[in-house]
Antibody, heavy 122, light 110 residues
Framework: QLQMQESGPGLVKASETLSLTCAVSGGSISSTSYYWGWFRQPPGKGLAWIGSINYSGNTYYTPSLKSRVTISIDASKNQFSLKLTSVTAADTAVYYC??????????????WGQGTLVTVSS | QSALTQPASVSGSPGQSITISCTGTSSDVGTYNYVSWYQHHPRKAPKLMIYDVSTRPSGVSNRFSGSKSGNTASLTISGLQAEDEADYYCSSYTSSSTLVFGGGTKLTVL
C-alpha cells in the first residue's frame, strides 16, 4: 500500500523560503506514468493546487504561484519536494502531497499525505 | 484562474439524498470531462470520491455519483449516512493546463 508523508519546518519567517519534502513508501516514484503533486489549504479556506511533476521532469504550476514555486523529484530517495520563495502570511496553510495514479496530473489523485501545517511568522 | 463555485453548505437527514453543485466556465467544467470530487474530514487526508465526472474509484460506495450538464457538475449522495458529514470539493482541469478547485461545501447530516 502506497504511503506518503510530508515533512519540513512548521514555522517559516516571512520573506524566507518554505521547503517541504514528501517521502513515498510502498511504491516507486520513478514511474514515468504518474504525477506527484502539492496542494494546500489555508486556515478556514478551501483546497488549492500548487503544482505537479512527473519522473520525466514535466512540471505544471498554478499561475498565481509560478514565479515562486519549484517542485522537484529525488528518485534516489524516493521523494519529491516543494520550494516556495519569498513567503508571506498568506502562505500559511496545511500543505499536502499527493499522487495521481494516471498519465495526467488532474485526475485519479487517489493517494494523499496527512498534511503538514506551515505557519509563516512576521 | 477563478475558483469553481460551490454552495457553502448543504444539509440532509439520514437516508435522504443531497446534491452539491460545482459551476465553472467553458474553459474548464464546460469543455473537459475531468471533474473530480473529494471528501475531506478535518485533519485528515482528502479522499477521492469521483473522477472524470462520474467514475467511482475502487472502494467508494455506489451511494456517491457524479454528473455534468454544461458548465455545472454535480455530486449526489444517496442514502445519507452520518459518516458522510464532511467538506466536499470539486476540481477541474482547465484550458490553461492547470487544475482548479471549488471553494468547498460543508455537508451536515441532521
Amino acid at each position: 500500500q502506497l504511503q506518503m508523508q510530508e515533512s519540513g519546518p512548521g514555522l517559516v519567517k516571512a520573506s524566507e523560503t518554505l521547503s517541504l519534502t514528501c517521502a513515498v513508501s510502498g511504491g516507486s516514484i520513478s514511474s514515468t506514468s504518474y504525477y506527484w503533486g502539492w496542494f494546500r489549504q489555508p486556515p478556514g479556506k478551501g483546497l488549492a493546487w500548487i503544482g505537479s511533476i512527473n519522473y520525466s521532469g514535466n512540471t505544471y504550476y498554478t499561475p498565481s504561484l509560478k514565479s515562486r514555486v519549484t517542485i522537484s523529484i529525488d528518485a534516489s530517495k524516493n521523494q519529491f519536494s516543494l520550494k516556495l520563495t519569498s513567503v508571506t502570511a498568506a502562505d500559511t496553510a496545511v500543505y499536502y502531497c499527493a499522487k495521481s495514479s494516471r498519465y495526467d496530473f488532474w485526475g485519479l489523485i487517489d493517494y494523499w499525505g496527512q498534511g503538514t501545517l506551515v505557519t509563516v511568522s512576521s | 484562474q477563478s475558483a469553481l463555485t460551490q454552495p457553502a453548505s448543504v444539509s440532509g437527514s439520514p437516508g435522504q439524498s443531497i446534491t452539491i453543485s460545482c459551476t465553472g466556465t467553458s474553459s474548464d467544467v464546460g469543455t473537459y470531462n475531468y471533474v473530480s470530487w473529494y471528501q475531506h474530514h478535518p485533519r485528515k487526508a482528502p479522499k477521492l470520491m469521483i473522477y472524470d465526472v462520474s467514475t467511482r474509484p475502487s472502494g467508494v460506495s455506489n451511494r456517491f455519483s457524479g454528473s455534468k450538464s454544461g458548465n455545472t457538475a454535480s455530486l449526489t449522495i444517496s442514502g445519507l449516512q452520518a459518516e458522510d458529514e464532511a467538506d466536499y470539493y470539486c476540481s477541474s482541469y482547465t484550458s490553461s493546463s492547470t487544475l482548479v478547485f471549488g471553494g468547498g461545501t460543508k455537508l451536515t447530516v441532521l
